[in-house]
């Protein structure tokens, strides 16, 4: 078998299974000089160059990606019986998830996005391993983009092709993009993997409360059956 054809093959079985994986859990980042900052570096960016108006996100859905799991139909009961567990699951970790940020940097020469503190980054990891750990329980499928997590928020996405200009910017910008504030995060949100209206549907979240306070959660399985397009 030749190469090209090897690769063809695995491009053709690892976009089967990326499919599959159609939803992720999320922290929402909301504090208001977060999102002022946040803004303002994409302000910057776009007076400097116009092109990076189709790239910046929109700073209303700021977040910090956790896991990716593969959902359908048949499990809906199990999904929803995880989120009503997991605020009791995660009270020993972290009930309020610190999300401070130290500047910003570039990823894989695409991504500009805001550096957690040392702090924020292993208490985030923790809660990535718990949920980890929780689904290796439900038989839900479960997948990281990275081999090591590394919690960061996104702020500015190029596409596949090659901007070398707008990288060179985003690039010199680091050292002068102010990003120096945080927020305490209390609940855990999973969203449809499939961009909607400008940002994914939310399918459900926890609220995070310390161990000896009940919790609530929120559930809309009616996404699952809406959104979801399993292959």
Known sequence: MTLILKTFLFLQLFGIISSNYNAFFALMVTNPTVVQQ?????????????????????????????????????????IQQFLKDLPKAMCNVSYSIPAIFEGTAVKANTTLHGKMTAMSSTV???????????????????????????????IVELDNRKHEDLLQIMSNGTRDF????????????????????????????????PCSISTVRLFKPELIQIEFHII
């Open 38 to 78: 946040v803004n303002q570096i994409e302000v910057n960016l776009t007076k400097t160059d116009s092109q990076f108006i189709k790239f910046v996100h929109n700073t209303s859905h700021l977040h910090v990606r956790l896991n990716t799991i593969e959902l359908n139909d048949t499990r809906l009961p199990i």
């Open 178 to 209: 102010k990003l120096n504030t945080g927020d305490f995060i209390k609940e855990i949100v999973l969203f449809n993997d499939t961009a909607s209206d400008g940002f994914h549907k939310e399918i459900g979240r926890a609220l995070l409360a």
């Open 124 to 154: 985030i990891s923790s809660v990535h391993q718990r949920i980890y750990s929780l689904l290796n329980g439900t038989g839900i499928p479960s997948i990281d983009e990275h081999e090591i997590f590394h919690p960061r928020m996104d």
